[in-house]
């Protein structure tokens, strides 16, 4: 069964929605989240990335940073700037991307269902990333990023969830400038709420679409403050973390592209030579290639699209992670072919969304790498049966759009 919990959510003042809304803080690099807060003192990016307030030489890791993100949150509550609800609620979020909605419920989750299982990952985590997310969510003593999660779709639930819009007034309707719209209800129906709880009472795991880190981070700052309260009863804040749950048909994964920055000591034959191993190369052309297949590829290199077809020895794994496309590469190209052995750690490896399209592939490689690498987007069948089998995804195995919006929901953690 999975636990859910209304909640006093914080969150915008209405009329300040679409100026605090940001995307969530892992998006950005250094660089690109001090240019993006230059003009938006009210972005909530500024919290999740406080040492947007100090000089570019700044320690990101510093005490003073995450103290500065705290001063910001309770100051912007503070101020008006949010508000808290004062009684329990969960909340809707509908994101419409290109015409297609994607519907969630915004509630709490337990730190139990994490802990034993009941809330199934499919990724590792870093140590460096976690800690850093630790003492963001220690430091603010709230949950400031929710965590993306899916579940096998439920008629009953989307009964009751798009009963609930039709019969009331959006809180929030907002369009960003990447164009997706969102929308937020607020259900602070007892009954209702109550029903709710019910309904995910049956369902039997939730699986993390996205936001490992902020999961894991979330959960450890909940096994701390259970330390430090020896008499805690269950019912406190802290044994909740913020979470959106949408239900598995509503949801789409985008490819999650590769780039390497050299052959690995080869020049362009010998690295043909040696992806002909493994892979049929059957096209070359001047223009992008999108594969459509699985374990076909895209491969951009000196100029040149390539489109790569495992050979069917390698093609047919009926172990299911070995059989995802991302392994597929890792294991028979980025491995053995470029001495890639650990995409985790490398640092001669980066990862491109799809949401930038190819031609970022096309500009990276001009730019900064030596080859690309396009990929057919991983399924969310495949994530939750790996998930399901205790598996493991290879990192950056799946980019979930449109993001979730950070700023619009906070959970506090007392």
Known sequence: MAILKPFQGVRPRKDLAAAIAALPYDVYSREEAREEVKDKPLSFLRIDRAETFFPPDQDMYADEVYGKAREALYGMLESGEFIQDSEDSFYIYRLTMDGRPQTGLVACTSIDDYLEGRIKKHELTRESKEQDRIRHVDACNANTGP???????????????????????????????????????????????????????????????????????????????????????????????????????????????????????????????????????????????????????????????????????????????????????????????????????DERIDFVGGIRGLEELERRVRKDMAVAFAMVPTGIDELMSIADAGALMPPKSTWFEPKLRSGLFIHLLA
């Open 147 to 345: 965590i993306f999660l899916a579940y096998q779709a439920k008629d009953a639930v989307d009964g009751l969830v798009e009963g609930w819009m039709g019969a009331h007034g959006a809180e929030y309707d907002i369009t960003t400038e990447d164009g997706v719209r969102h929308q937020v209800w607020r259900i602070g129906d007892r009954e209702t709420n109550s029903r709710l709880v019910e309904l995910f009472a049956a369902v039997p795991s939730l699986y993390i679409a996205d936001g490992h880190h902020r999961a894991a981070s979330a959960v450890k700052v909940g096994q701390k403050r259970r330390l430090e309260n020896p008499g805690y009863t269950g019912k406190e804040e802290f044994n909740y973390f913020l979470s959106v749950l949408f239900p598995d048909n509503q949801l789409k994964i985008l490819d999650y592209n590769r780039v390497v920055k050299d052959l690995n000591g080869m020049d362009k034959g010998a690295f043909l030579e040696a992806v002909k191993g493994k892979f049929l190369v059957e096209k070359e052309s001047g223009q992008a290639i999108r594969p459509v297949e699985k374990a076909t590829f895209g491969m951009f290199l000196d100029g040149t699209w390539y489109l790569l077809r495992a050979k069917e020895g390698i093609a047919r794994s009926e172990n299911p992670v070995e059989a995802l496309d991302v392994s597929i590469l890792q294991n028979h190209l980025l491995a053995p072919v470029l001495g890639i052995q650990d995409p985790r750690t």
